[in-house]
């Protein structure tokens, strides 16, 4: 997610030059494929919603006859009493609640050096040294904030990760520094689990069986209980994509506290995931490796032996979500000056577990010599109509676009809200893009000023 305004500068670019009238992309695939076979196939959108209209309170501008609603804003006190709302919202997922009340649990990617840290609350806080975590609002079936609290503290650099099949949140560091590193009392890397109504019932208890590394984000194979994990490693020999077989698949709440295994994807005479540029391309006999030392003591996974046969590695592993009985992880992007195989502007992959089978769907540029308003789009989401919604984050302006079936990009969001504001950068970021059970409401948050926005309006149309 969010990282250095240096390191940034360097994410891919996707997005093809545009304004708020006509906006491209440049790929090779098939965003279909994506799809294929899920409900939102039967509905993939072809166009967006119209040009964006600039906001009279100059924070969101949207299409014609869509409406925001500020739900949260950073620093502000939250409802429970509990301290402030947190800086840096990112990663965050909707569930549906009783009496069509709605949930939404919030990651706060907050390193050691933030400005607001996630408050710590007894029985919720992992390592009171660490400013990272979640919140928890409760909303009404009219987006009207019922609740808001912390859900877990104490925990660092909370980025994405993913629901669970019985409706709780896995909450990923994208860190991995030990006790005693930047000033923290325990070692981190981990995934925790938070029970969007109720976060006491999980607690602030680390899923140490499901590894110790730079976590990015998960899915869930509903059939099998069997948990994937993207690696977000920002340095040679990057990360993995891995695998958790839990001791109690399918559970319940709890249930990944009871351990299992943790293996690495290895795909026979693949090193590199970058090395591949043609979509279509397919490999079978995938392999799966266990990992030496999942809470990586002395060694960091991806730098683990595991064997003369090696592992596969991906720079930028990061979007990862589950549909038409295959998982589906992005590479944000590869540069070959840093180490990667070959360049690319970001790929999407698809693992078939049932065929072991691993194909390359979608690859962006760099033939297509891209420039942006913006650039490096992060979290994605399905969006009502089919087709994607993809968060922002780069320099210049913000925005959270559509992807269609067909491969048009669409702004459905350009945020405003740092436009003169003092000692901020001009335009925040777009994270954690989701949308309510009913897909009436899109949920998002600009992660400075952090600030969570409830969007509705003619998304079915």
């Given at each position: 997610?969010?990282?250095?305004?240096?390191?940034?500068?360097?994410?891919?670019?996707?997005?093809?030059?545009?304004?708020?009238?006509?906006?491209?992309?440049?790929?090779?695939?098939?965003?279909?494929?994506?799809?294929?076979?899920?409900?939102?196939?039967?509905?993939?959108?072809?166009?967006?919603?119209?040009?964006?209209?600039?906001?009279?309170?100059?924070?969101?501008?949207?299409?014609?006859?869509?409406?925001?609603?500020?739900?949260?804003?950073?620093?502000?006190?939250?409802?429970?009493?509990?301290?402030?709302?947190?800086?840096?919202?990112?990663?965050?997922?909707?569930?549906?609640?009783?009496?069509?009340?709605?949930?939404?649990?919030?990651?706060?990617?907050?390193?050691?050096?933030?400005?607001?840290?996630?408050?710590?609350?007894?029985?919720?806080?992992?390592?009171?040294?660490?400013?990272?975590?979640?919140?928890?609002?409760?909303?009404?079936?009219?987006?009207?904030?019922?609740?808001?609290?912390?859900?877990?503290?104490?925990?660092?650099?909370?980025?994405?990760?993913?629901?669970?099949?019985?409706?709780?949140?896995?909450?990923?560091?994208?860190?991995?520094?030990?006790?005693?590193?930047?000033?923290?009392?325990?070692?981190?890397?981990?995934?925790?689990?938070?029970?969007?109504?109720?976060?006491?019932?999980?607690?602030?208890?680390?899923?140490t069986a499901m590894g110790r590394?730079?976590?990015?984000?998960?899915?869930?194979?509903?059939?099998?209980?069997?948990?994937?994990?993207?690696?977000?490693?920002?340095?040679?020999?990057?990360?993995?994509?891995?695998?958790?077989?839990?001791?109690?698949?399918?559970?319940?709440?709890?249930?990944?506290?009871?351990?299992?295994?943790?293996?690495?994807?290895?795909?026979?005479?693949?090193?590199?995931?970058?090395?591949?540029?043609?979509?279509?391309?397919?490999?079978?006999?995938?392999?799966?490796?266990?990992?030496?030392?999942?809470?990586?003591?002395?060694?960091?996974i991806r730098l683990q032996d595991?064997?003369?046969?090696?592992?596969?590695?991906?720079?930028?592993?990061?979007?990862?979500?589950?549909?038409?009985r295959a998982v589906y992880f992005?590479?944000?992007?590869?540069?070959?000056?840093?180490?990667?195989?070959?360049?690319?502007?970001?790929?999407?992959?698809?693992?078939?577990?049932?065929?072991?089978?691993?194909?390359?769907?979608?690859?962006?540029?760099?033939?297509?010599?891209?420039?942006?308003?913006?650039?490096?789009?992060?979290?994605?989401?399905?969006?009502?109509?089919?087709?994607?919604?993809?968060?922002?984050?780069?320099?210049?302006?913000?925005?959270?676009?559509?992807?269609?079936?067909?491969?048009?990009?669409?702004?459905?969001?350009?945020?405003?809200?740092?436009?003169?504001?003092?000692?901020?950068?001009?335009?925040?970021?777009?994270?954690?893009?989701?949308?309510?059970?009913?897909?009436?409401?899109?949920?998002?948050?600009?992660?400075?000023?952090?600030?969570?926005?409830?969007?509705?309006?003619?998304?079915?149309?």
């Amino acid at each position: 997610m969010s990282e250095t305004a240096s390191s940034s500068a360097s994410r891919r670019q996707v997005l093809a030059r545009a304004g708020a009238l006509g906006i491209g992309v440049a790929f090779a695939g098939s965003v279909s494929e994506i799809f294929a076979g899920t409900a939102a196939a039967q509905g993939l959108g072809r166009r967006g919603y119209g040009p964006l209209v600039p906001d009279p309170d100059g924070l969101l501008d949207l299409p014609e006859g869509f409406r925001y609603r500020v739900l949260s804003r950073e620093g502000a006190p939250l409802r429970s009493g509990e301290g402030n709302v947190p800086s840096n919202p990112d990663g965050m997922g909707a569930f549906r609640g009783r009496h069509g009340r709605v949930h939404l649990v919030r990651n706060h990617e907050n390193r050691h050096s933030a400005k607001r840290g996630v408050p710590t609350v007894e029985g919720l806080t992992y390592d009171p040294a660490a400013k990272g975590g979640c919140t928890a609002l409760a909303l009404d079936g009219r987006d009207n904030v019922l609740g808001e609290r912390v859900a877990i503290a104490g925990t660092a650099v909370n980025c994405a990760g993913g629901p669970t099949p019985w409706n709780t949140w896995l909450t990923c560091e994208e860190n991995e520094d030990k006790a005693g590193t930047n000033g923290y009392t325990k070692d981190h890397g981990f995934i925790f689990e938070v029970d969007p109504v109720d976060p006491r019932r999980t607690g602030a208890v680390p899923l140490t069986a499901m590894g110790r590394f730079q976590h990015e984000a998960i899915a869930v194979d509903p059939r099998s209980g069997i948990v994937y994990e993207t690696e977000d490693a920002f340095d040679k020999p990057f990360g993995l994509f891995y695998r958790f077989l839990p001791e109690k698949p399918l559970g319940g709440t709890g249930s990944l506290r009871a351990g299992g295994a943790l293996e690495a994807m290895r795909v026979p005479g693949l090193p590199d995931l970058s090395a591949v540029q043609e979509t279509g391309a397919s490999f079978g006999g995938v392999e799966w490796v266990p990992v030496p030392d999942p809470l990586a003591e002395e060694t960091p996974i991806r730098l683990q032996d595991f064997g003369p046969r090696g592992i596969t590695h991906a720079q930028k592993l990061e979007g990862c979500y589950w549909g038409d009985r295959a998982v589906y992880f992005v590479s944000s992007f590869a540069r070959s000056a840093e180490g990667s195989a070959a360049d690319h502007f970001g790929q999407v992959w698809k693992y078939e577990p049932h065929r072991r089978r691993l194909t390359l769907v979608v690859v962006f540029g760099p033939s297509t010599d891209i420039q942006l308003p913006g650039e490096s789009p992060d979290n994605i989401c399905l969006a009502p109509r089919g087709g994607l919604m993809v968060c922002e984050d780069g320099n210049g302006a913000q925005h959270v676009y559509g992807l269609t079936k067909r491969g048009e990009v669409y702004a459905m969001a350009r945020g405003r809200q740092n436009i003169g504001t003092p000692d901020a950068p001009e335009w925040g970021e777009f994270a954690g893009v989701t949308f309510s059970p009913d897909c009436g409401t899109m949920y998002v948050n600009c992660y400075t000023p952090g600030t969570t926005f409830a969007v509705r309006g003619p998304f079915h149309h």
